[in-house]
């Protein structure tokens, strides 16, 4: 696989997006550092398992999300990564990291955004009633689920689904389109214009 750009990858659960992109044999990219808040997270087993680093930065540890922020960003420096990907990381970073890797800062999201942002996407879904609810992939910006959307998946809502039904199936769509947006940007294949994102 030809690496082009270093990523460092942040995550707060299970990690199996996490492991999607571990796997991903054309990512175009090298994982050079996992951040996790949770101590525990699985997604820390997972780095360690492939001989990633990692390291945890525990959100009860800090008085503010700026101090969260900032030490988040001190290890990715240090890590030499030129971008960030959210994968299941529960914690809104504050607005410097953002700007210094601006359109630099991948999020997926189990809704179709601007439907659902926030936590319990898929629940809010659910109570919703909608048909239709799926996958967004999009870059960061100051505002919670908010930035310029970069792929999207559709994925119907079944009559009998539940939250573990419904959120299964909305991950196995997340495990097939997050390396390859990954692998997208890294090739430098997506051109932002201001809320658009064009995949050349
Ligand atoms: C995913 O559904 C993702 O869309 C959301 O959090 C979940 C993380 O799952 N942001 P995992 O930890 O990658 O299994």
């Given at each position: 696989?030809?690496v082009?750009?270093?990523i460092?990858?942040?995550?707060?659960?299970?990690?199996?997006?996490?492991?999607?992109?571990?796997?991903a044999s054309?990512?175009?990219?090298?994982?050079?550092?996992?951040?996790?808040?949770r101590?525990?997270?699985?997604?820390?087993?997972?780095a360690e398992?492939?001989?990633?680093?990692?390291r945890?930065v525990?959100?009860?540890?800090f008085?503010s999300?700026?101090?969260?922020t900032?030490?988040?960003l001190?290890?990715?420096?240090?890590s030499?990564?030129?971008?960030?990907?959210l994968?299941?990381f529960?914690?809104v970073?504050?607005?410097?990291?953002i700007?210094?890797?601006?359109?630099?800062?991948?999020n997926?999201?189990?809704?179709?955004l601007p439907?659902?942002p926030?936590?319990?996407a898929?629940?809010?879904?659910?109570?919703?009633?909608?048909?239709?609810?799926?996958?967004?992939?999009?870059?960061?910006?100051?505002?919670?689920?908010h930035?310029?959307?970069?792929?999207?998946?559709?994925v119907?809502?079944l009559?009998?689904?539940?939250?573990?039904?419904?959120?299964?199936?909305?991950?196995?769509?997340?495990?097939?389109?997050?390396?390859r947006v990954v692998?997208?940007?890294?090739r430098g294949?997506?051109?932002?214009e201001?809320r658009?994102?064009?995949?050349?």
């Amino acid at each position: 696989m030809e690496v082009i750009i270093n990523i460092a990858v942040l995550a707060s659960g299970s990690g199996t997006n996490l492991q999607a992109l571990i796997d991903a044999s054309d990512l175009g990219a090298d994982i050079c550092l996992v951040v996790s808040d949770r101590p525990g997270a699985a997604a820390l087993r997972r780095a360690e398992a492939v001989g990633i680093e990692s390291r945890v930065v525990p959100w009860a540890d800090f008085d503010s999300r700026a101090e969260f922020t900032k030490t988040i960003l001190g290890e990715i420096e240090s890590s030499g990564a030129q971008a960030v990907v959210l994968a299941g990381f529960m914690r809104v970073l504050s607005g410097e990291l953002i700007g210094v890797f601006r359109n630099r800062v991948l999020n997926i999201h189990p809704s179709l955004l601007p439907a659902f942002p926030g936590a319990n996407a898929v629940q809010q879904a659910l109570d919703q009633g909608v048909k239709v609810t799926g996958v967004t992939v999009h870059f960061v910006d100051e505002e919670v689920d908010h930035g310029p959307i970069i792929a999207q998946r559709a994925v119907p809502v079944l009559p009998d689904d539940d939250l573990a039904s419904l959120h299964a199936r909305i991950q196995v769509e997340e495990h097939d389109l997050y390396p390859r947006v990954v692998g997208a940007f890294a090739r430098g294949e997506l051109n932002v214009e201001g809320r658009k994102v064009r995949w050349d």
